[in-house]
């Protein structure tokens, strides 16, 4: 894997590093559901389902790595970069992007503006300036809104693209 994509998965670890303890464990997935339940957006029925895709990304595949404990980042990157070949990788990358899609899309209009954009990154633990950059380079289409579409094509293919010009690097946020 490359460089670039080494720094890639290591931003990721750091955003869902939720605690900021310098692993990952279940209790990190559990803390990004709660950030994206408690935006009140999600009926309690896709509450439950956000609560169930997240912590199933770590029950299914993370937890393995670690045999069950905490995982550090180094480990995180070399794990991930045999996981992406897994063919029902794309599958759980994409589980639950359409579940964030729906937290921020405020106002319902099936499309992400650049102000609902910034609420991702605030969920996140963002600095939400840093918004801009990234939900300019994810609107490929360039219409002033994200689509469905476009956001999971971002938000999957963060992980399994290696190309330094792609738009879906800046998904999670500025790379470290």
């Known amino acids: 894997m490359s460089d670039f994509w080494k720094r890639k998965m290591s931003t990721y670890f750091h955003r869902i590093d939720f605690d900021k303890d310098g692993a990952i464990t279940r209790a990190d997935f559990e803390g990004m559901a709660k950030r994206f339940m408690e ?12 609560l169930k895709t997240l912590t199933a990304v770590w029950d299914k595949y993370l937890s393995v790595l670690g045999g069950g404990n905490a995982i550090q980042l180094t480990q995180f990157v070399e ?7 897994d063919p029902t990788m794309k599958g759980v990358l ?4 359409p579940l964030f899609f729906h937290c921020v899309d405020s106002n319902d209009d099936h499309l992400i503006d650049e102000s609902e954009y910034k609420k991702f990154f605030e969920i996140l633990g963002l600095d939400t300036s840093l918004a801009t950059a990234a939900f300019k380079a994810i609107d490929t289409n360039n219409d002033g809104d994200i689509s469905l579409d476009e956001f999971i094509e971002a ?7 290696q190309d330094e010009n792609c738009p879906n690097s800046l998904f999670w946020g500025p790379l470290e």
């Open 155 to 161: 938000g999957t293919n963060f992980f399994l693209e």
């Open 39 to 50: 935006t009140g957006k999600l009926s309690p029925d896709r509450q439950a389902d956000m």
């Open 79 to 85: 794990s991930m970069a045999k996981l992406i070949n």
């Open 94 to 97: 994409e589980g639950p992007l």
